[in-house]
């Protein structure tokens, strides 16, 4: 089957992820944005459109926003709006965004400045959140409120690159407790035991989407993303599977027993490694076809044909950090996590590298 043959089977069968306003559902809304702006097939935008006009009052109240959770989570399927609004011109989305705006300035923080991953995940930054608020926040901030908080922005940045990289490993930790007090975090550190490979996807995705999003004239905090950026890129490629050029799930335990190349965290670092070269933040000689590669190889060795139609095998279901003593961050328990097809968290950022890879072609 062909690549463009099961997204759009996947989208005419598509149900809301969750009841609720979820991230889940932002990613396959971010796939539509991006193959809309790279084939300019209004049926993608359309689909956004069906999404959001059950649950947008005329107010932007969002109907289904949980209210009161502080889930950083609930900010990913709000960058879709600014597109709608650009598109439509319909008030409702524009107040939307700021609904979502009015809710993540309510958002807790550490000391230091950063987003509560959870209000029930007190004082913890998980590398997932970054891509979850991020993009939406500096969209706002470039569009919409002069960029008056763009040093918030790159402070959140910053402290992740403090607290969270391993300088050895030359890869980012999953989670940072503030406190040091959750049973998976070190005493000492506060940091997680090991480097999950879908939150260094969501690690690189923020970053370069904030970088796409951001205005070059603040060149200084500009170029200080891009550096960060290209040293994540060259920590995290030492670690591709040379045969498959894929990542594991365990990125630096290839040699585990049960440890698999893992489909949507290699999704979304073809994704950012394409649209990177894309943009020039990395050379465009040395990365754009190591980019168009990984996505080939995903389409060679996770879609698949079988008797009910495609799927995108592979993908990891779900983890995460706690709470109490679930979860605990072992190579162990990353393995333990259940191994799913076609769901969304892996389909819309495959989704989304589809997208690259057809603007890079043209």
Same mark, same amino acid.
Request: overall charge negative.
């Given at each position: 089957m062909s690549t463009i043959k099961f997204i759009n089977d996947f989208l005419d069968n598509y149900?809301?992820?969750?009841? $609720?306003? &979820?991230?889940?559902?932002?990613?396959? *809304?971010?796939?539509? !944005?991006?193959? /809309?702006?790279?084939?300019?097939? @209004?049926?993608?935008?359309?689909?956004?459109?069906?999404?959001?006009?059950?649950?947008?009052?005329?107010?932007?109240?969002?109907?289904?926003?949980?209210?009161?959770?502080?889930?950083?989570?609930?900010?990913?399927?709000?960058?879709?709006?600014?597109?709608?609004?650009?598109?439509?011109?319909?008030?409702?989305?524009?107040?939307?965004?700021?609904?979502?705006?009015?809710?993540?300035?309510?958002?807790?923080?550490?000391?230091?400045?950063?987003?509560?991953?959870?209000?029930? $995940?007190? &004082?913890?930054?998980?590398?997932?959140? *970054?891509?979850?608020? !991020?993009?939406? /926040?500096?969209?706002?901030?470039? @569009?919409?409120?002069k960029k008056e908080n763009y040093n918030d922005i790159l402070n959140q940045f910053r402290n992740v690159r403090k607290y969270m990289y391993d300088p050895e490993k030359n890869l980012y930790y999953h989670g940072y407790d503030e406190a040091k007090v959750q049973p998976w975090a070190d005493k000492e550190t506060g940091l997680s035991k090991n480097f999950w490979l879908r939150s260094m996807g969501w690690w690189l995705m923020a970053l370069i989407d904030v970088i796409d999003i951001m205005s070059e004239e603040m060149y200084e905090h500009y170029r200080e993303l891009c550096d960060i950026f290209k040293e994540t890129v060259e920590g995290i490629l030492r670690y591709q599977d040379k045969d498959s050029k894929l990542f594991y799930q365990v990125i630096d335990h290839a040699d585990t027993e049960g440890n698999y190349t893992e489909t949507s965290g290699s999704a979304m670092v073809a994704y950012a490694v394409m649209k990177a070269a894309r943009l020039e933040v990395i050379s465009y000689e040395k990365?754009?076809?190591?980019?168009?590669?990984?996505?080939?190889?995903?389409?060679?060795?996770?879609?698949?044909?079988?008797?009910?139609?495609?799927?995108?095998?592979?993908?990891?279901?779900?983890?995460?950090?706690?709470?109490?003593?679930?979860?605990?961050?072992?190579?162990?328990?990353?393995?333990?996590?259940?191994?799913?097809s076609n769901d969304s968290k892996g389909v819309g950022p495959f989704m989304m590298a589809y997208a690259q890879k057809l603007m890079l072609e043209k």
């Open positions: 149900t809301n992820y969750k009841k $609720y306003w &979820n991230y889940e559902d932002g990613c396959v *809304l971010m796939g539509c !944005q991006q193959l /809309y702006q790279a084939t300019s097939d @209004k049926k993608y935008l359309d689909f956004i459109i069906r999404y959001l006009e059950p649950v947008i009052e005329e107010n932007g109240t969002i109907t289904n926003f949980e209210f009161g959770k502080h889930n950083i989570d609930s900010f990913n399927a709000g960058k879709i709006l600014f597109l709608v609004y650009e598109e439509t011109g319909n008030e409702k989305y524009r107040k939307a965004i700021e609904f979502l705006m009015d809710n993540l300035k309510e958002q807790p923080r550490t000391s230091e400045g950063n987003f509560f991953h959870k209000a029930i $995940y007190p &004082n913890q930054v998980w590398l997932d959140g *970054l891509y979850m608020a !991020q993009p939406f /926040y500096m969209e706002y901030e470039t @569009k919409y409120n990365y754009a076809q190591a980019g168009i590669d990984m996505f080939n190889s995903l389409v060679e060795h996770k879609l698949r044909d079988t008797a009910d139609g495609a799927e995108l095998r592979d993908i990891c279901w779900v983890a995460g950090l706690g709470p109490g003593e679930t979860r605990d961050g072992s190579v162990e328990y990353y393995l333990s996590e259940k191994i799913v």
